[in-house]
Protein backbone atom coordinates (compact mmCIF):
# COMPACT_ATOMS: atom_id res chain seq x y z
CA UNK A 1 0.00 0.00 0.00
CA UNK A 2 1.88 2.78 -1.11
CA UNK A 3 0.61 6.17 -1.46
CA UNK A 4 2.49 7.64 -4.48
CA UNK A 5 0.90 4.59 -6.47
CA UNK A 6 -2.66 5.50 -5.09
CA UNK A 7 -1.97 8.86 -6.48
CA UNK A 8 -1.08 7.76 -9.53
CA UNK A 9 -3.99 5.55 -10.04
CA UNK A 10 -6.02 8.63 -9.15
CA UNK A 11 -4.86 10.54 -11.55
CA UNK A 12 -5.28 7.85 -14.42
CA UNK A 13 -8.76 7.77 -13.96
CA UNK A 14 -11.25 10.25 -14.38
CA UNK A 15 -14.65 8.45 -13.69
CA UNK A 16 -14.89 5.86 -10.62
CA UNK A 17 -18.47 3.97 -9.85
CA UNK A 18 -17.72 4.58 -5.97
CA UNK A 19 -16.15 7.19 -4.47
CA UNK A 20 -15.96 7.06 -0.82
CA UNK A 21 -15.76 9.93 1.80
CA UNK A 22 -13.72 9.32 4.80
CA UNK A 23 -11.69 6.41 5.94
CA UNK A 24 -12.62 4.97 9.11
CA UNK A 25 -14.70 1.73 10.12
CA UNK A 26 -17.84 2.50 8.05
CA UNK A 27 -15.82 3.79 4.50
CA UNK A 28 -12.85 1.44 4.99
CA UNK A 29 -15.63 -1.30 4.82
CA UNK A 30 -17.33 0.52 2.13
CA UNK A 31 -14.38 0.58 -0.26
CA UNK A 32 -13.68 -3.46 0.52
CA UNK A 33 -17.10 -4.14 -0.65
CA UNK A 34 -17.49 -2.12 -3.76
CA UNK A 35 -14.22 -3.17 -4.95
CA UNK A 36 -15.03 -7.06 -4.31
CA UNK A 37 -17.75 -6.53 -6.05
CA UNK A 38 -15.82 -5.12 -9.04
CA UNK A 39 -16.73 -1.84 -8.93
CA UNK A 40 -14.18 0.95 -9.89
CA UNK A 41 -13.74 2.19 -6.00
CA UNK A 42 -11.74 5.42 -5.10
CA UNK A 43 -11.59 6.58 -1.07
CA UNK A 44 -10.48 9.61 0.75
CA UNK A 45 -9.86 10.30 4.08
CA UNK A 46 -8.50 13.85 5.15
CA UNK A 47 -6.19 12.71 7.66
CA UNK A 48 -5.30 9.30 8.43
CA UNK A 49 -7.53 5.96 8.20
CA UNK A 50 -9.44 5.52 11.63
CA UNK A 51 -7.98 8.98 12.77
CA UNK A 52 -10.96 9.67 14.35
CA UNK A 53 -13.46 7.73 16.33
CA UNK A 54 -12.30 4.22 14.44
CA UNK A 55 -9.07 4.61 16.50
CA UNK A 56 -10.55 5.43 19.94
CA UNK A 57 -13.04 2.35 20.62
CA UNK A 58 -12.96 0.47 24.11
CA UNK A 59 -10.87 -2.45 21.57
CA UNK A 60 -14.36 -4.68 21.55
CA UNK A 61 -15.95 -6.69 19.38
CA UNK A 62 -19.16 -7.06 20.26
CA UNK A 63 -22.88 -8.04 20.47
CA UNK A 64 -23.62 -5.25 23.06
CA UNK A 65 -24.71 -6.15 26.30
CA UNK A 66 -26.21 -3.49 27.51
CA UNK A 67 -28.07 -3.19 24.31
CA UNK A 68 -29.71 -7.18 25.01
CA UNK A 69 -30.84 -4.92 28.43
CA UNK A 70 -32.05 -2.05 26.57
CA UNK A 71 -34.54 -4.91 24.74
CA UNK A 72 -32.49 -4.16 21.42
CA UNK A 73 -32.72 -7.63 19.80
CA UNK A 74 -31.79 -7.20 16.51
CA UNK A 75 -28.97 -4.97 17.20
CA UNK A 76 -27.28 -7.70 19.10
CA UNK A 77 -28.33 -10.42 16.98
CA UNK A 78 -26.46 -8.59 13.70
CA UNK A 79 -23.64 -7.75 16.06
CA UNK A 80 -23.11 -10.95 16.98
CA UNK A 81 -23.26 -12.37 14.03
CA UNK A 82 -20.44 -9.92 12.47
CA UNK A 83 -18.49 -10.73 15.77
CA UNK A 84 -18.49 -14.06 14.76
CA UNK A 85 -17.09 -13.80 11.07
CA UNK A 86 -14.72 -10.53 12.28
CA UNK A 87 -12.92 -13.33 14.35
CA UNK A 88 -12.88 -15.86 11.44
CA UNK A 89 -11.69 -12.97 8.69
CA UNK A 90 -9.38 -11.02 11.04
CA UNK A 91 -7.88 -13.65 13.21
CA UNK A 92 -4.79 -12.46 14.14
CA UNK A 93 -6.29 -9.53 15.36
CA UNK A 94 -9.65 -10.43 16.89
CA UNK A 95 -9.24 -12.63 20.34
CA UNK A 96 -12.07 -14.42 22.14
CA UNK A 97 -11.86 -12.58 25.64
CA UNK A 98 -13.66 -13.78 28.95
CA UNK A 99 -15.34 -11.33 30.69
CA UNK A 100 -15.77 -11.44 34.48
CA UNK A 101 -18.90 -9.83 35.91
CA UNK A 102 -18.67 -9.51 39.95
CA UNK A 103 -21.73 -9.21 41.75
CA UNK A 104 -21.89 -7.97 45.19
CA UNK A 105 -26.17 -8.69 45.66
CA UNK A 106 -27.10 -12.46 45.84
CA UNK A 107 -29.96 -11.50 43.08
CA UNK A 108 -27.63 -10.39 40.32
CA UNK A 109 -25.90 -13.18 39.71
CA UNK A 110 -29.30 -14.91 38.64
CA UNK A 111 -30.30 -11.97 37.02
CA UNK A 112 -27.16 -11.69 34.77
CA UNK A 113 -26.38 -15.52 34.40
CA UNK A 114 -29.81 -15.30 32.61
CA UNK A 115 -29.50 -12.78 30.60
CA UNK A 116 -26.18 -13.65 29.06
CA UNK A 117 -27.39 -17.24 28.64
CA UNK A 118 -29.92 -15.19 26.10
CA UNK A 119 -26.95 -13.57 24.68
CA UNK A 120 -25.09 -17.06 24.35
CA UNK A 121 -28.70 -17.90 22.49
CA UNK A 122 -28.44 -14.73 19.92
CA UNK A 123 -25.15 -15.50 18.32
CA UNK A 124 -26.20 -19.42 17.45
CA UNK A 125 -23.19 -21.34 15.50
CA UNK A 126 -20.68 -18.37 15.88
CA UNK A 127 -20.69 -18.63 19.48
CA UNK A 128 -17.05 -17.65 21.16
CA UNK A 129 -17.88 -20.05 24.23
CA UNK A 130 -20.62 -20.20 26.91
CA UNK A 131 -21.51 -18.34 30.00
CA UNK A 132 -21.29 -19.72 33.40
CA UNK A 133 -22.46 -18.66 36.73
CA UNK A 134 -19.18 -18.50 39.49
CA UNK A 135 -19.01 -18.98 42.96
CA UNK A 136 -17.07 -15.97 45.28
CA UNK A 137 -13.58 -18.30 45.14
CA UNK A 138 -13.84 -18.65 41.56
CA UNK A 139 -14.76 -15.02 40.84
CA UNK A 140 -11.80 -14.39 42.68
CA UNK A 141 -9.69 -16.73 40.82
CA UNK A 142 -10.50 -15.13 37.56
CA UNK A 143 -9.94 -11.48 38.87
CA UNK A 144 -7.33 -11.63 41.31
CA UNK A 145 -7.34 -7.71 41.73
CA UNK A 146 -11.63 -7.63 41.99
CA UNK A 147 -12.83 -5.82 45.58
CA UNK A 148 -13.55 -8.73 47.51
CA UNK A 149 -15.74 -6.88 50.55
CA UNK A 150 -19.26 -7.46 49.79
CA UNK A 151 -18.75 -9.56 47.35
CA UNK A 152 -21.35 -12.60 46.39
CA UNK A 153 -20.47 -14.72 43.36
CA UNK A 154 -20.20 -13.54 39.70
CA UNK A 155 -20.66 -14.81 35.97
CA UNK A 156 -18.53 -15.22 33.13
CA UNK A 157 -19.07 -14.65 29.07
CA UNK A 158 -17.08 -14.31 26.07
CA UNK A 159 -16.68 -11.70 23.55
CA UNK A 160 -14.15 -10.43 20.74
CA UNK A 161 -11.23 -8.29 21.46
CA UNK A 162 -9.65 -6.03 18.97
CA UNK A 163 -7.01 -3.56 18.16
CA UNK A 164 -9.42 -1.27 16.17
CA UNK A 165 -6.74 0.93 14.16
CA UNK A 166 -4.70 -2.06 12.81
CA UNK A 167 -7.99 -3.50 11.96
CA UNK A 168 -8.32 0.02 9.94
CA UNK A 169 -4.85 -0.39 8.28
CA UNK A 170 -5.75 -3.95 6.93
CA UNK A 171 -8.59 -2.81 5.95
CA UNK A 172 -7.23 -0.26 3.37
CA UNK A 173 -4.66 -2.74 2.22
CA UNK A 174 -7.30 -5.63 1.51
CA UNK A 175 -9.18 -3.12 -0.35
CA UNK A 176 -6.41 -2.21 -2.66
CA UNK A 177 -6.06 -5.72 -2.89
CA UNK A 178 -9.36 -5.74 -4.48
CA UNK A 179 -9.02 -2.91 -6.81
CA UNK A 180 -9.80 0.21 -5.08
CA UNK A 181 -7.88 3.40 -4.67
CA UNK A 182 -7.38 3.99 -1.51
CA UNK A 183 -5.86 7.85 -0.43
CA UNK A 184 -4.95 9.71 3.20
CA UNK A 185 -4.18 13.22 3.51
CA UNK A 186 -6.68 14.00 0.63
CA UNK A 187 -9.57 16.18 1.61
CA UNK A 188 -13.00 16.41 -0.29
CA UNK A 189 -13.47 20.57 -0.54
CA UNK A 190 -16.41 20.40 -2.29
CA UNK A 191 -19.32 17.84 -4.14
CA UNK A 192 -20.01 18.86 -7.84
CA UNK A 193 -23.62 18.68 -8.96
CA UNK A 194 -25.29 18.93 -12.57
CA UNK A 195 -28.27 21.00 -13.39
CA UNK A 196 -30.34 18.67 -11.62
CA UNK A 197 -28.97 19.32 -8.35
CA UNK A 198 -27.82 15.57 -8.09
CA UNK A 199 -24.00 14.93 -6.82
CA UNK A 200 -22.33 13.23 -9.79
CA UNK A 201 -18.58 14.16 -8.20
CA UNK A 202 -16.17 15.49 -5.81
CA UNK A 203 -13.28 18.01 -5.89
CA UNK A 204 -10.50 17.10 -3.79
CA UNK A 205 -6.92 18.17 -2.29
CA UNK A 206 -3.68 16.22 -1.97
CA UNK A 207 -2.79 17.87 1.30
CA UNK A 208 0.88 17.41 1.46
CA UNK A 209 1.30 18.75 -2.23
CA UNK A 210 -2.05 20.90 -2.27
CA UNK A 211 -2.65 19.87 -5.98
CA UNK A 212 -6.43 19.52 -6.39
CA UNK A 213 -8.91 17.30 -8.46
CA UNK A 214 -12.00 16.96 -10.03
CA UNK A 215 -13.44 13.16 -10.39
CA UNK A 216 -17.09 11.96 -11.21
CA UNK A 217 -18.56 9.31 -9.63
CA UNK A 218 -21.79 7.09 -10.13
CA UNK A 219 -22.04 6.87 -6.07
CA UNK A 220 -21.04 9.34 -3.87
CA UNK A 221 -21.02 8.36 0.22
CA UNK A 222 -20.59 10.19 2.90
CA UNK A 223 -18.83 7.98 5.13
CA UNK A 224 -17.49 10.66 7.71
CA UNK A 225 -18.93 9.62 10.98
CA UNK A 226 -18.85 12.70 13.21
CA UNK A 227 -17.46 15.20 10.63
CA UNK A 228 -21.21 14.06 8.79
CA UNK A 229 -22.54 17.57 9.26
CA UNK A 230 -19.68 19.09 7.50
CA UNK A 231 -20.28 17.51 4.28
CA UNK A 232 -23.94 17.74 4.49
CA UNK A 233 -23.62 21.49 4.89
CA UNK A 234 -21.83 21.38 0.99
CA UNK A 235 -24.80 18.89 0.15
CA UNK A 236 -27.80 20.64 1.45
CA UNK A 237 -29.17 24.30 1.10
CA UNK A 238 -30.81 24.11 4.59
CA UNK A 239 -28.76 23.22 7.02
CA UNK A 240 -29.93 20.04 9.88
CA UNK A 241 -28.36 18.17 12.28
CA UNK A 242 -27.78 14.78 10.68
CA UNK A 243 -25.57 13.11 13.80
CA UNK A 244 -24.66 14.53 17.67
CA UNK A 245 -21.01 13.79 18.57
CA UNK A 246 -21.08 11.45 21.90
CA UNK A 247 -17.79 11.69 23.91
CA UNK A 248 -15.99 8.25 25.68
CA UNK A 249 -13.43 8.17 27.17
CA UNK A 250 -10.45 5.62 28.93
CA UNK A 251 -7.66 5.43 30.73
CA UNK A 252 -5.06 3.26 30.67
CA UNK A 253 -2.81 1.40 33.33
CA UNK A 254 -0.44 -0.99 34.27
CA UNK A 255 -1.37 -4.84 33.97
CA UNK A 256 -1.32 -5.35 37.73
CA UNK A 257 -4.53 -3.08 38.08
CA UNK A 258 -6.18 -6.72 36.39
CA UNK A 259 -3.59 -9.33 36.64
CA UNK A 260 -4.58 -12.55 34.52
CA UNK A 261 -6.58 -12.96 31.08
CA UNK A 262 -9.95 -12.03 32.17
CA UNK A 263 -11.34 -8.57 31.44
CA UNK A 264 -13.57 -7.23 34.46
CA UNK A 265 -17.31 -5.73 33.14
CA UNK A 266 -19.87 -3.95 35.46
CA UNK A 267 -22.91 -3.77 33.74
CA UNK A 268 -24.37 -1.07 36.22
CA UNK A 269 -22.52 2.26 37.47
CA UNK A 270 -24.21 4.93 39.30
CA UNK A 271 -25.49 6.61 36.41
CA UNK A 272 -26.67 3.47 34.73
CA UNK A 273 -23.34 2.95 32.31
CA UNK A 274 -21.14 0.43 31.65
CA UNK A 275 -17.49 0.30 32.71
CA UNK A 276 -15.15 -1.97 31.44
CA UNK A 277 -11.64 -3.20 31.80
CA UNK A 278 -10.05 -4.94 29.51
CA UNK A 279 -6.77 -6.05 28.73
CA UNK A 280 -4.80 -4.98 25.80
CA UNK A 281 -1.43 -5.20 24.21
CA UNK A 282 -0.32 -5.78 27.65
CA UNK A 283 -2.09 -3.18 29.71
CA UNK A 284 -5.71 -2.37 30.78
CA UNK A 285 -7.41 -0.31 29.08
CA UNK A 286 -10.63 1.12 31.14
CA UNK A 287 -13.82 2.67 30.13
CA UNK A 288 -16.15 4.15 28.93
CA UNK A 289 -18.38 7.42 29.47
CA UNK A 290 -21.39 8.88 27.53
CA UNK A 291 -21.00 12.58 27.08
CA UNK A 292 -23.08 14.78 24.56
CA UNK A 293 -20.33 17.05 23.16
CA UNK A 294 -21.59 20.34 21.28
CA UNK A 295 -18.23 20.52 18.70
CA UNK A 296 -16.75 17.58 16.80
CA UNK A 297 -12.78 17.89 16.69
CA UNK A 298 -10.09 15.77 15.37
CA UNK A 299 -8.59 15.90 19.06
CA UNK A 300 -11.37 15.22 21.66
CA UNK A 301 -10.13 15.65 25.31
CA UNK A 302 -11.75 14.03 28.23
CA UNK A 303 -13.82 15.88 30.41
CA UNK A 304 -12.44 15.73 34.44
CA UNK A 305 -15.92 14.93 35.23
CA UNK A 306 -15.27 11.67 32.72
CA UNK A 307 -11.75 11.00 34.30
CA UNK A 308 -13.30 11.04 38.07
CA UNK A 309 -15.91 8.70 37.03
CA UNK A 310 -13.71 6.38 35.19
CA UNK A 311 -11.17 6.06 38.66
CA UNK A 312 -14.02 6.40 40.84
CA UNK A 313 -15.90 3.62 39.37
CA UNK A 314 -12.60 1.57 38.81
CA UNK A 315 -11.52 2.02 42.25
CA UNK A 316 -15.19 0.61 44.05
CA UNK A 317 -14.20 -2.95 42.04
CA UNK A 318 -10.94 -3.03 42.15
CA UNK A 319 -8.71 -3.91 45.63
CA UNK A 320 -5.71 -2.05 44.48
CA UNK A 321 -7.13 1.39 43.66
CA UNK A 322 -6.10 2.79 40.26
CA UNK A 323 -5.20 6.97 41.07
CA UNK A 324 -4.44 9.81 38.72
CA UNK A 325 -0.30 9.08 38.74
CA UNK A 326 -1.01 5.40 37.81
CA UNK A 327 -2.97 7.14 34.59
CA UNK A 328 -0.14 5.94 31.35
CA UNK A 329 -2.92 7.42 28.66
CA UNK A 330 -5.83 8.82 28.43
CA UNK A 331 -7.82 8.96 25.04
CA UNK A 332 -11.04 10.21 23.92
CA UNK A 333 -13.29 9.26 21.19
CA UNK A 334 -16.86 10.78 19.71
CA UNK A 335 -19.58 8.25 18.34
CA UNK A 336 -21.41 9.82 15.45
CA UNK A 337 -24.97 8.86 16.96
CA UNK A 338 -28.03 9.62 14.74
CA UNK A 339 -29.39 12.56 15.63
CA UNK A 340 -32.57 11.86 17.34
CA UNK A 341 -36.42 12.96 16.37
CA UNK A 342 -36.44 14.33 20.03
CA UNK A 343 -34.34 17.60 21.06
CA UNK A 344 -32.97 16.89 24.58
CA UNK A 345 -32.92 12.96 24.15
CA UNK A 346 -29.68 11.44 26.53
CA UNK A 347 -27.00 9.50 24.45
CA UNK A 348 -27.01 6.43 26.39
CA UNK A 349 -31.23 5.86 24.63
CA UNK A 350 -29.97 6.79 21.31
CA UNK A 351 -29.87 3.98 19.02
CA UNK A 352 -26.65 2.25 18.12
CA UNK A 353 -27.83 0.91 14.74
CA UNK A 354 -27.16 2.78 11.91
CA UNK A 355 -29.06 3.99 9.26
CA UNK A 356 -28.28 5.42 5.90
CA UNK A 357 -29.70 8.70 4.72
CA UNK A 358 -30.23 9.13 0.57
CA UNK A 359 -30.35 12.86 -0.04
CA UNK A 360 -32.30 14.72 -2.79
CA UNK A 361 -28.72 15.47 -4.36
CA UNK A 362 -28.75 11.49 -4.12
CA UNK A 363 -25.42 11.55 -1.61
CA UNK A 364 -25.92 8.26 0.57
CA UNK A 365 -24.76 9.21 4.29
CA UNK A 366 -24.02 6.78 6.85
CA UNK A 367 -25.02 7.80 10.34
CA UNK A 368 -24.34 5.90 13.66
CA UNK A 369 -23.00 2.33 13.91
CA UNK A 370 -20.13 0.73 15.51
CA UNK A 371 -16.94 -0.89 14.61
CA UNK A 372 -18.73 -4.32 15.28
CA UNK A 373 -21.04 -4.35 12.50
CA UNK A 374 -18.75 -2.50 9.94
CA UNK A 375 -19.01 -4.90 7.49
CA UNK A 376 -22.89 -5.40 7.52
CA UNK A 377 -22.80 -1.44 7.08
CA UNK A 378 -20.55 -1.45 3.96
CA UNK A 379 -22.85 -4.26 2.30
CA UNK A 380 -26.39 -2.01 3.47
CA UNK A 381 -24.66 0.86 1.95
CA UNK A 382 -24.08 -0.72 -1.46
CA UNK A 383 -26.98 -2.37 -1.48
CA UNK A 384 -28.72 1.14 -1.43
CA UNK A 385 -26.45 2.49 -3.86
CA UNK A 386 -27.87 -0.46 -6.51
CA UNK A 387 -31.05 -0.24 -5.38
CA UNK A 388 -31.31 3.76 -5.92
CA UNK A 389 -30.27 2.93 -9.56
CA UNK A 390 -26.75 4.23 -8.80
CA UNK A 391 -24.95 0.60 -9.60
CA UNK A 392 -25.55 -2.29 -11.72
CA UNK A 393 -26.70 -5.24 -9.31
CA UNK A 394 -24.15 -7.41 -8.39
CA UNK A 395 -24.15 -9.74 -4.67
CA UNK A 396 -22.12 -9.07 -1.92
CA UNK A 397 -18.73 -11.54 -1.26
CA UNK A 398 -17.60 -9.95 1.79
CA UNK A 399 -19.25 -12.55 4.53
CA UNK A 400 -16.58 -14.89 4.22
CA UNK A 401 -13.32 -12.27 2.46
CA UNK A 402 -10.09 -12.71 4.41
CA UNK A 403 -8.89 -9.54 5.45
CA UNK A 404 -4.87 -8.44 4.76
CA UNK A 405 -2.63 -10.12 7.30
CA UNK A 406 -5.35 -13.39 8.65
CA UNK A 407 -4.78 -16.80 8.51
CA UNK A 408 -7.10 -18.66 9.61
CA UNK A 409 -5.62 -22.12 10.00
CA UNK A 410 -3.26 -20.54 12.64
CA UNK A 411 -3.41 -19.65 16.00
CA UNK A 412 -1.12 -16.66 16.41
CA UNK A 413 1.64 -16.72 19.14
CA UNK A 414 -0.31 -13.50 20.87
CA UNK A 415 3.04 -13.66 23.57
CA UNK A 416 4.67 -11.81 20.55
CA UNK A 417 4.03 -8.58 20.14
CA UNK A 418 4.33 -9.09 16.43
CA UNK A 419 1.08 -10.92 16.66
CA UNK A 420 -0.89 -8.25 15.34
CA UNK A 421 0.84 -8.32 11.69
CA UNK A 422 -0.48 -11.83 11.02
CA UNK A 423 0.96 -13.11 7.86
CA UNK A 424 3.16 -9.94 7.93
CA UNK A 425 5.43 -11.09 10.06
CA UNK A 426 7.74 -12.85 8.54
CA UNK A 427 8.48 -9.75 6.44
CA UNK A 428 9.05 -7.70 9.55
CA UNK A 429 11.33 -10.01 10.71
CA UNK A 430 13.34 -10.06 7.61
CA UNK A 431 13.34 -6.40 7.54
CA UNK A 432 15.12 -6.69 10.79
CA UNK A 433 18.04 -9.00 9.79
CA UNK A 434 18.54 -7.09 6.51
CA UNK A 435 18.48 -4.04 8.25
CA UNK A 436 20.09 -4.86 11.44
CA UNK A 437 19.95 -1.09 13.26
CA UNK A 438 15.86 -1.84 12.68
CA UNK A 439 16.24 -4.66 15.18
CA UNK A 440 16.87 -2.25 17.77
CA UNK A 441 13.64 -1.29 20.15
CA UNK A 442 11.50 1.78 19.21
CA UNK A 443 11.40 2.52 23.34
CA UNK A 444 13.53 0.62 25.89
CA UNK A 445 10.01 0.13 28.49
CA UNK A 446 8.21 -1.18 25.38
CA UNK A 447 8.41 -4.38 22.86
CA UNK A 448 7.75 -2.02 19.61
CA UNK A 449 10.92 -1.92 17.02
CA UNK A 450 12.52 0.22 14.36
CA UNK A 451 11.49 -2.21 11.75
CA UNK A 452 8.05 -1.54 12.71
CA UNK A 453 7.85 2.56 12.36
CA UNK A 454 9.62 1.54 9.08
CA UNK A 455 7.60 -1.28 7.68
CA UNK A 456 4.79 1.51 8.56
CA UNK A 457 5.92 4.09 6.44
CA UNK A 458 6.57 1.89 3.38
CA UNK A 459 3.79 -0.21 3.36
CA UNK A 460 1.27 0.98 5.28
CA UNK A 461 0.74 4.50 4.13
CA UNK A 462 1.83 6.22 7.64
CA UNK A 463 2.82 9.97 7.00
CA UNK A 464 4.13 11.55 10.09
CA UNK A 465 4.77 10.66 13.73
CA UNK A 466 1.05 10.57 15.24
CA UNK A 467 0.31 8.24 12.54
CA UNK A 468 3.07 6.11 13.64
CA UNK A 469 2.86 6.30 17.27
CA UNK A 470 -0.89 6.92 17.90
CA UNK A 471 -2.21 3.96 15.20
CA UNK A 472 0.62 1.79 13.69
CA UNK A 473 2.25 0.83 16.75
CA UNK A 474 0.09 2.57 19.60
CA UNK A 475 2.34 3.70 21.64
CA UNK A 476 0.41 6.84 21.98
CA UNK A 477 -2.65 5.27 23.69
CA UNK A 478 -0.34 2.50 26.15
CA UNK A 479 1.82 5.14 27.10
CA UNK A 480 1.79 8.64 26.42
CA UNK A 481 5.14 10.17 27.89
CA UNK A 482 7.21 7.43 26.00
CA UNK A 483 5.59 8.38 22.86
CA UNK A 484 6.75 11.84 23.36
CA UNK A 485 10.26 10.87 24.63
CA UNK A 486 10.86 8.77 21.09
CA UNK A 487 8.95 11.86 18.92
CA UNK A 488 12.17 12.91 17.57
CA UNK A 489 13.63 9.43 16.69
CA UNK A 490 10.35 8.55 14.77
CA UNK A 491 10.30 11.68 12.66
CA UNK A 492 14.13 11.52 11.60
CA UNK A 493 13.41 8.38 10.23
CA UNK A 494 10.23 9.09 8.55
CA UNK A 495 12.34 12.35 7.28
CA UNK A 496 14.90 10.35 5.75
CA UNK A 497 12.49 7.65 4.32
CA UNK A 498 10.21 10.29 2.87
CA UNK A 499 12.99 12.75 2.27
CA UNK A 500 11.89 15.75 4.76
CA UNK A 501 13.84 18.51 5.81
CA UNK A 502 15.03 19.56 9.18
CA UNK A 503 12.78 22.41 9.06
CA UNK A 504 10.04 19.30 8.43
CA UNK A 505 11.10 17.29 11.61
CA UNK A 506 10.78 20.37 13.81
CA UNK A 507 7.47 21.23 12.95
CA UNK A 508 6.88 17.31 13.29
CA UNK A 509 7.86 17.17 16.72
CA UNK A 510 5.82 20.16 17.63
CA UNK A 511 2.91 18.85 16.19
CA UNK A 512 3.21 15.62 17.56
CA UNK A 513 3.95 17.25 21.41
CA UNK A 514 0.75 19.34 20.74
CA UNK A 515 -1.53 16.43 19.93
CA UNK A 516 0.05 13.59 22.92
CA UNK A 517 -0.35 16.69 25.37
CA UNK A 518 -4.19 15.54 25.22
CA UNK A 519 -3.44 11.81 26.30
CA UNK A 520 -1.29 12.68 29.24
CA UNK A 521 -3.03 13.45 32.76
CA UNK A 522 -2.01 15.23 34.75
CA UNK A 523 -1.44 14.25 38.82
CA UNK A 524 -2.77 17.13 40.47
CA UNK A 525 -6.00 18.61 39.67
Not at 277 to 300: C, F, M, Y
Request: glycine content about 8%; overall charge neutral.
Amino acid sequence: MNRSEQLTKLQNTENWDVIIIGGGASGLGTAIDAASRGYKTILFEAVDFAKGTSSRSTKLVHGGVRYLAQGDVHLVREALKERGLLAQNASHLVKNQSFVIPNYHWLSGYFYTIGLKIYDLLSGGLSLGSSKYLSKKKTIEMLPNVEENGLVNGVIYHDGQFDDSRLAVNLAQTAVENGACVLNYTKVFNLIKDNNNQVIGVQVQDQESGIKYELKGSAIINATGVFTNAIMKLNDNVYKKYIVPSQGIHLVFDKSFLPGDHALMIPKTKDGRVLFAVPWHNRVVVGTTDTLIKKQSLEPIALESEIQFVLETSQRFLAKKPERKDVLAVFAGLRPLAAPKEEGKSTKEVSRSHKIIVSETGLITITGGKWTTYRKIAEDIIDKAIKTGKLPKRTCTTEHLSIHGSQPTTSFDRENHLYIYGTDIPKIIELQESETVLKEKLHPNHEFTMAEVVWAIRYEMARTVDDILARRVRLLFLDARAAIEVSEKTARVIAKELEHDEAWINNEIANFKQIAKGFLLSEFQ
